[in-house]
């Protein structure tokens, strides 16, 4: 998913380097570099409605390992498509965290609110829940069952 993104952005710079030895105008190269970002948020925005699907393959795995992978990857693609919208909203969500990264600090906060974030939507998601009915509030994380990877650890 990353390749395309990269051929874009190459083929854009390559257009920026080549307009502004044409025309030194400020404004153009303004133009430019804004349709330069928002090409790049259309391509994210289609390499997430391609790869949500595998979202939660991950954490069917790590709820019972001990079934066959084609069984994993096919019961974290059903659920992945059942609830297609919500998880594209909620990684979609994280793009202005992801933008304020690029300083490198903020990576340490905001990776672990993602993984959290995708953590609780899939506990749902395996719960049979639909994840927008998800509820992160403070008052109900102590009600929660256990995750369900918690749960095979304690049958066996």
Known sequence: GLIP??????????????ITAINDSQALKVLIIVLMLVSMLGMYAVYL??????????YVFASDPDLPLTEIY????EISD???LCLFRLKWSFV????????????FFVMPIYSMSLSIAANA????????ETNTNEKDRGARQPAASVSHAENT
Do not use: D, H, Q, W
Request: aromatic share 14%; glycine share 6%.
């Open 96 to 107: 202005p965290m992801f933008i304020t990264c690029i300083t490198g600090f903020p990576v």
């Open 5 to 18: 993104m990269a051929a874009v952005f190459a083929a854009e710079a390559f257009l920026y380097n080549k």
């Open 82 to 84: 059942k609830n297609k």
């Open 125 to 132: 998601a395996l719960s049979g829940k639909e994840i927008s």
């Open 49 to 58: 409605m391609y790869s949500v699907r595998y979202t939660l393959i991950p």
């Open 74 to 77: 096919r019961k974290g693609t």
